[in-house]
């Protein structure tokens, strides 16, 4: 008796941790390493510091509800009384814990999102989540179910069809919505009522409608908003509380209609003009915007979905009643959804087109993490499509490590030159 | 005199070029990049003026390049090696055709560059975070057979007969493999022209990913090897276009920039 060995954990304070010193250098990196950021970015710059390098919880009293893709519908979650928080993560730190799970060729994200749930640390309410949605969306993430399942948390499969266009996935897909509804229940102990969905349903798309005016302003040039700061506002919409998100969306808008009377730029008159797409850029793995920026880029639009692909397609619903609502809902989530999963993805190649027009884009930096053989596999049917359209686009294959800097800024300068150069033969 | 500096400051090797306004080379150098590349840039470049009878108030502009180049303050603008490597083959090449695709093979990274008549880079791919088929694969494969790194070609030709497979792409899994080899009683020149295909295999796989056009460009410190440049002939089923001095090409279009960069600013001036 007795003989037991006491180790005495100590317990290092969460701003020395190792993922809040990552989040720190990029946090510093993003708002001291650039002038005239607005105003208005320091709600968001500050609550990156609260939540990620001072481990403050935003979400003390609702029930957190995990999720791990876009095609989640977060309306039903809202409405059944709950909190969805994304978990998709971006952090080195965590990419490294998940090894231990993933084979070593496998996605960053996915390795970095199973470390966090299995540190239970890095989101400040990860300790608090007790459920996890996931969509059945690409091979990693699947798989990923189970080995979370392990680590005690409770999660929900939702089945995602591997096509989008056929009338067989539309009824597919609406039944695993539908199921998802009525599964809520246990999740978050309310039930989903026509009032609460309206009610979530306004809130969503209140934020979206904020997300759209930001995404237009962007259309303005020369450049009056960059790309890394707009990856923080989508970014932070994965954690933030959504009034309070929607409410700084709104203010930033609004300084940012005042700067483009003001005259006050972001960006050169010349620089060329980035179209952002594939795999996400999320917090704080945003070394390929940043660096694409610090070469005298400005990325104008993105085709993600830790941004575009989240917000920009409104669930307009007028169904009346709850039933037709979510089946509506489901819709929503799954035609206008270009994530790479889906066989075929023209939806994808238009919308980078009318995109790279809509925005007057000199070019496109396509982003794909090792391992992510989705994104990789299309990326020569995209290349080919806007070449025909003449947008030159610069393939990226880079992951969590912050390593490679050198070898990427090399490509990120020669691609940003080339766009100048093609610039002033054009003049 | 007004003279215009490129340098190129890459993992293994700092190449200078000095031209007049003419674009005339006046001089170049080519030595070992080390652990002190900034002031072993600088003492290159101070070298190569005086050895050419210039002060440093004869340097109207300098350009610099390479991994090296943010760092290099004495600089007074710097460009990606894939640029600088673009106008430095367009220049360089002129006597031998119209350039459209450009092979660079450095120490640590592998580059197919795609130009227009202007130089203008079109399109370029890059080998990954990874050595495989780069010069760095020649150093270990030479040091591993006891023999200098300029000996590789003639190996290379004095084979008898077929070159062996190497089938890893890893340099370090490579080392093993050669040693493998020499252990099984296979003769230096067969593993030297083995090592050769790979790289070159790779190499053109690279290549045509970005589409090969016109006559294609072979710079970089490894097209010096003959045994390589006859490997990737053989891959890629045409001659290549081998300059004078293939280590300097960047460099070269590093000078070229430089020079540009200078008569626009007296224009504005």
Not at chain 2, 29 to 50: D, M, P, Q, W, Y
Not at chain 2, 242 to 258: D, R
Request: hydrophobic share 40%; proline share 3%; charged share 25%.
């Amino acid at each position: 008796m007795g003989n037991e060995i006491e180790i005495e954990e100590k317990k290092v304070p969460f701003n020395r941790t190792p993922q809040a010193i990552e989040a720190e250098r990029m946090l510093r990196r993003i708002k001291d390493d650039f002038q005239d950021n607005p105003a208005a970015m320091d709600y968001f710059y500050d609550l990156y510091e609260q939540v990620y390098c001072k481990g403050q919880s935003l979400h003390e009293k609702e029930k957190i509800v995990g999720t791990m893709c876009v095609q989640v519908p977060e309306e039903l979650i809202y409405a059944a009384g709950g909190v969805p928080v994304r978990l998709c993560n971006g952090f080195y730190t965590d990419d490294q814990v998940g090894a231990e799970f993933m084979p070593a060729k496998s996605c960053s994200l996915v390795k970095a999102t199973l470390g966090m749930l299995d540190k239970r640390s890095t989101l400040p309410f990860v300790d608090k989540i007790e459920n996890i949605i996931l969509p059945a969306t690409c091979d990693q993430k699947r798989k990923a179910g189970s080995m979370i399942g392990e680590m005690g948390y409770e999660v929900y499969n939702m089945e995602v069809p591997p096509v989008k266009e056929s009338e067989e996935a539309r009824l597919y897909w609406r039944r695993s919505v539908h199921n998802f509804a009525v599964s809520l229940k246990g999740i978050t102990g309310k039930k989903i009522t026509k009032a609460s969905l309206k009610e979530a349903l306004a809130k969503v798309a209140a934020a979206q409608k904020a997300y759209r005016t930001l995404h237009n302003l962007r259309k303005e040039s020369p450049s009056i908003f960059l790309g890394k700061d707009a990856f923080m506002v989508t970014n932070a919409y994965f954690f933030d509380k959504i009034e309070n998100w929607t409410a700084a969306v709104n203010k930033l808008n609004a300084e940012l209609e005042q700067r483009i009377e003001e005259k006050i730029t972001a960006a050169q008159r010349r620089a060329p003009r980035i179209l952002f797409t594939g795999s996400p850029a999320i917090f704080p793995n945003l070394k390929l915007p940043v660096l694409t920026e610090e070469s005298g880029g400005v990325i104008v639009a993105d085709e993600t979905c830790s941004s575009n692909r989240m917000l920009y397609d409104m669930v307009a619903v007028d169904e009346y009643n709850t039933e037709n609502m979510v089946a509506s809902i489901a819709d929503n989530y799954l035609k206008p959804c270009t994530c790479p999963i889906f066989t075929k993805n023209d939806d994808r190649i238009r919308k980078l087109i009318n995109m790279a027009k809509d925005f007057a884009v000199d070019g496109v930096v396509y982003q794909s993490f090792s391992g992510c053989q989705v994104y990789q596999m299309e990326h020569s049917s995209i290349a080919k499509a806007l070449k025909a359209e003449g947008v030159p686009m610069l393939f990226v294959e880079s992951d969590y490590s912050p390593d490679d800097m050198g070898q990427l800024s090399t490509r990120i300068e020669a691609f940003i030159e080339s766009l100048k150069a093609k610039r002033r033969r054009k003049r | 005199m007004s003279c215009f500096a490129g340098i190129d400051i890459g993992s293994t090797a700092i190449k200078i070029a000095l031209i007049d306004e003419d674009k005339n080379i006046i001089a170049t150098k080519v030595t070992s990049t080390g652990s002190h590349f900034r002031k072993n840039s600088i003492e290159a470049l101070h070298g190569l003026l005086s050895e050419n009878g210039l002060a440093i108030d004869d340097l109207a502009y300098m350009v610099s390049t390479g991994y090296g180049r943010k760092l290099l303050k004495e600089a007074d603008e710097s460009v990606s090696e894939i640029t600088a490597n673009a106008i430095g083959a367009l220049e360089a090449g002129r006597k031998y055709g119209e350039i459209r695709t450009i092979i660079n093979i450095g120490g640590q990274d592998t580059k197919a560059i795609q130009i227009d008549d202007s130089g203008t880079v079109t399109n370029f791919a890059m080998n990954d975070k990874c050595a495989a088929g780069t010069g760095k694969f020649l150093d270990v494969t030479a040091r591993n057979l006891e023999i200098e790194l300029e000996e590789l070609g003639d190996y290379h030709f004095n084979l008898k007969t077929a070159p062996l497979p190497i089938n890893s792409t890893c340099v370090v899994f490579a080392e093993s493999e050669i040693i493998g080899l020499l252990a099984d009683g296979h003769g230096k020149e067969e593993i030297v022209a083995g090592i050769h295909y790979s790289i070159a295999k790779r190499t053109i796989r690279l290549a045509k990913r970005i589409g090969l056009e016109g006559l294609v460009y072979f710079d970089g410190g490894p097209a010096l090897n003959k045994g390589l440049v006859a490997s990737m002939e053989d891959e890629l089923g045409q001659k290549l276009v081998i300059p004078e001095f293939p280590q300097l090409t960047t460099a070269l279009g590093a000078s070229v920039l430089a020079c540009e960069a200078y008569l626009d600013e007296m224009e504005t001036a």
